[in-house]
């Protein structure tokens, strides 16, 4: 499992982040205290509070598709 932290602070952002994320067959997912939801689901990332980074997790054992997720989203990623 890889994880990062993201922000998605507007309604493009996130319409980037899932077109970025829907490519691949692996599960990822979004945690944000207690709740966690499908990083596809652009309606399930709506109901999160968006105005703090978000918790990525990418759950796949395949190096080069976590690598691969990981340059798909870098625009997203925060420190």
């Known amino acids: 499992m890889?994880?990062?932290?993201?922000s998605l602070p507007?309604?493009?952002?996130?319409?980037?982040?899932?077109?970025?994320?829907?490519r691949f067959d692996c599960d990822i997912d979004i945690v944000s205290d207690r709740y966690v939801v499908d990083a596809k689901s652009?309606?399930?990332i709506f109901s999160l509070n968006l105005s703090k980074p978000l918790l990525l997790k990418i759950n796949s054992s395949n190096?080069?598709?976590a690598e691969a997720i990981r340059d798909g989203i870098a625009g997203f990623i925060v420190d």
């Open 2 to 6: 890889t994880e990062y932290h993201i």
């Open 63 to 65: 190096t080069d598709e």
């Open 42 to 44: 652009i309606m399930g």
């Open 10 to 22: 507007d309604v493009e952002s996130v319409k980037c982040f899932v077109n970025a994320v829907t």
